[in-house]
């Protein structure tokens, strides 16, 4: 039987899963099930050559009762609805594991950034912003960076939406560049986060970091600041990889190296004293260590038993399906799930919007060092979970997220 990868009906399943086993009111399953506001819209762009080039953009809010919503943007060829409203259901669970006071939302645009000037670039951010403005704000839904999105995007859609409302808000998107109200550490805050709960999972298990062996799919922002702080820790990062080609060395890479020839030529294809391979040789290397920090549904029954690292953090978000959890749970296999290993990114977006409401500002030992601790009591209430319910860590995870929304929603009265 085919696999199921529609990432808007594997989040629903996982939410039953976890209302079933907590034996909650119905209630809370159908006011989770769904996004509680969905917004598309369409609105044309001047391209260089002249021609106007009408784009689709949404906007998926899902469950407010602990805070405003909030979640990233993403510019990609297949942004559609059924993603970003799964998008959105997995950043309210996110919110609510590491104790963030926001809803979870998620949107983007359908497009292919890479064949885009920067002109272009930024008269689409500020179209979309100015057909959404009066569905997002600071207190309401505050957008942040995603895939192929950037601080220079935020810093366009703020611009954009501060002159809508006539003054400055700085508070409306997050990732922002540090001289218009980012804050420090936020670019390198979800690899950073993923590192930290990585670290917590090695010693859980009485392992060395000095002794891993590391593959991380995708040398993006979240993949390439991950290998490098794993890097800087003693770890060997055997292989990666991006859209274009995988790189793989026995010996190990050094990522600051790595990072520098892609940005020399486009991607780490042909990255000296490697060899190349392809995502799916990738995947099933011989490591410790596996992150995945691309795209969804790469980690499924296809692939899963072949699959040789002991430990998996998810950077990226909704990378592995039902069916490949079960085949990895059964091997033995750690999943550090994607709503607490890529928690990082949010948690310090929360301390930028906090920065920007007190416009007051801190330094990058105080931002990381309180990631750091909401990070580590994160992965310890869920490995703590996980041994209670003896279930894995993907399950443990939703079933502390779903309470914490179940009991904030009984204390506002939406439920009996
Ligand atoms: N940026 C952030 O703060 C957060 C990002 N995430 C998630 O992390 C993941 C990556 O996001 P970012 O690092 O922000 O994006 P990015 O755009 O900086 O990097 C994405 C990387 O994935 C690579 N990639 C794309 N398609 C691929 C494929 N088919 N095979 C291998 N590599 C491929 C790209 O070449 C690029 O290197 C996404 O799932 C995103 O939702 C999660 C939490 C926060
Ligand atoms: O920083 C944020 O607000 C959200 C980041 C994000 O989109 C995610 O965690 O998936």
């Known amino acids: ?129 100015k057909n959404v403005a009066n569905f997002i704000g600071p207190e309401k839904d505050i957008p942040a960076p995603d895939v192929y999105t950037n601080p220079q995007v935020m810093a366009w859609m703020m611009d954009e939406f501060s002159k809508v409302r006539g003054y400055n808000n700085f508070g409306i998107m997050t990732g922002k560049p540090i001289n218009i109200g980012g804050s420090k550490g936020r670019s390198e805050a979800t690899g950073r986060g993923c ?50 080609s995988g790189v793989y060395s026995e010996e190990g890479v050094n990522p600051y190296e790595l990072e520098k020839y892609k940005k020399e030529t486009g991607s780490v294809k042909n990255y000296p004293g490697t060899e190349n391979v392809t995502n799916s040789e990738l995947l099933t290397l011989e490591c410790d260590i596996l992150i995945p920090a691309a795209l969804e549904n790469q980690l499924t029954q296809a692939n899963a038993s072949d699959i040789k690292a002991k430990i998996i953090a998810e950077a990226a978000n909704g990378p592995t399906t039902p069916e490949a959890d079960k085949i990895l749970f059964e091997k033995g296999v750690i999943t550090l799930p994607d709503i607490l290993a890529n928690a990082g990114g949010v948690t310090v977006s929360y301390f930028e919007w906090v920065q920007n409401l007190q416009n007051f500002y801190w330094t990058e030992d105080e931002v990381n060092n309180r990631m750091e601790e909401m990070m580590v009591d994160a992965f310890k209430s869920c490995y703590k979970t996980r041994e209670s319910y003896d279930v894995h860590m993907r399950t443990a995870a939703y079933l502390l997220a779903v309470q914490r929304l179940a009991d904030a929603m009984k204390t506002r009265g939406w439920l009996n």
């Open 1 to 129: 039987m085919s696999e199921n990868t529609n990432v808007y009906q594997i989040v629903q399943q996982q939410i039953k899963e976890a209302v079933d086993m907590l034996g909650l009111d119905y209630t809370v399953f159908e006011m989770l099930k769904q996004p509680q506001n969905v917004l598309e819209v369409s609105f044309p762009v001047k391209m260089d050559d002249g021609s106007i080039k009408v784009f689709r953009g949404i906007r998926s809010q899902h469950c407010d009762v602990l805070g405003p919503f909030k979640g990233g943007l993403r510019f990609h060829p297949t942004v559609e609805m059924d993603e970003a409203k799964a998008l959105s259901m997995w950043m309210t669970f996110k919110c609510a594991v590491v104790g963030v006071p926001y809803g979870g939302a998620k949107g983007g645009i359908e497009c292919n950034p890479k064949e885009m000037s920067q002109g272009e670039l930024e008269r689409l951010s500020r179209g979309f912003i």
């Open 195 to 244: 590192v930290y709960v990585t670290r917590e999972a090695v010693k859980e298990l009485g392992w060395n970091m000095k002794d891993m062996k590391v593959v991380v799919q995708g040398f993006g922002n979240a993949g390439s600041i991950a290998a490098k702080l794993l890097y800087d820790m003693g770890a060997t990062i055997v292989a990666t990889n991006d859209s274009v």
